[in-house]
C-alpha cells in the first residue's frame, strides 16, 4: 500500500471530532489460525470444526488478533510524531473476525484532556471501530493516548 | 511446562472471589521484535536504539503483545468448559514489558451478572493482573466474559 507520507503530527495539531481512516487489510484463514496456535488456542480460533457447536459456529479470529491488527492499522493512519503510545483502552467486540475479512480503521478524537501535572502532553482519547468489508464493526477500541507537544521529546 | 489436567468449569462452578494463577511465560527480544514488525512497528517496540529519547527510554514490549500473551496465560490457567470468551475489556498497562521478563498471570472473579434473555448464561467480570518476575503490574485487564451453565452448549 503506497500512500503519500502523512504530517507528523504534534499535540497542538489535534483537535476534538478529528477524524482518521486507515487503508484496508486482509485477514486470511492461516493468519488466524497462526497467531491462535501462539497466543489464543482455543478450538474455535484453530479451525471450523474445533467452533462447531460453539458460539462462534466457524472459524473466527481471537479478539486479541483483531485488536494487534487494529493497532497496525492505527500506526498507519494516525501519524503522531512521538508515536501512537497507550495508557489504556476499553476494547469491545461485537462481531468475531471471520478468515478473508477486509479490516479498515476509523478512528475520531473523542477529547483532549491536558495533564496537570506535566503540561508538555496530554490524554487524547480515541474512539476507533475496526469496520470488515461489509462495514460491520468487529470491534470498537477507546484508547487513551499520551500525546506530546512539538519540542517536549 | 506439564500441570495435572485442571477440572473444566461451567457457570455453575464459579463465584465472586474465586482466583486463578497461571505458570510463568518468559518474553524476550526476538519475540518483542518479531510482535512489533508485524503488528505494532513503532521505533521503541523494534530496538533500544529506536527507544532512546521515547517514553520508553530502552526497548519495551507493545501492549497488544502483552495482551496477548495474557490471553496465552489465560487460557492455561482459567479452564472455562466452553472456552475463555470474551465480549469486551478494559485494559491499563501501568508500566512497560521489558525483554527477558517472566510474566505471570493472577485473576479473580469479580462479579457474575445472569443474562436477562439467555437463561443458560452469564457474564462474568474477571479482573486479571499480569506481573513480572518483580511483582510488577505491568497489565491490569478486567474482561467481561460469556460462561456457560453445563449442558448449555
Do not use: N
Request: neutral net charge; proline residues 7%.
Amino acid at each position: 500500500m503506497l500512500r503519500p507520507p502523512a504530517k507528523r503530527l504534534y499535540l497542538e495539531d489535534l483537535y476534538v471530532g478529528q477524524r482518521f481512516c486507515s487503508g484496508p487489510q486482509i485477514i486470511d484463514e492461516a493468519q488466524i489460525k497462526k497467531f491462535a496456535i501462539e497466543f489464543d488456542p482455543q478450538p474455535f480460533h484453530l479451525s471450523d470444526d474445533g467452533a462447531v457447536g460453539t458460539l462462534f459456529g466457524s472459524l473466527a479470529a481471537s479478539g486479541w488478533h483483531t485488536a494487534a491488527i487494529t493497532m497496525r492499522l492505527y500506526v498507519d493512519s494516525v501519524p503522531l510524531a512521538d508515536g501512537v503510545i497507550g495508557a489504556g483502552a476499553q476494547v469491545d467486540w461485537p462481531k468475531p473476525t471471520r478468515p478473508g475479512a477486509t479490516l479498515q480503521l476509523f478512528s475520531e478524537i473523542v477529547s483532549i484532556v491536558p495533564s496537570r501535572s506535566r503540561p508538555d502532553r496530554a490524554i487524547v482519547e480515541m474512539r476507533s471501530e475496526t469496520r470488515d468489508e461489509h462495514g460491520e464493526v468487529v470491534q470498537v477500541l477507546t484508547a487513551k493516548l499520551i500525546v506530546f507537544k512539538r519540542g517536549a521529546k
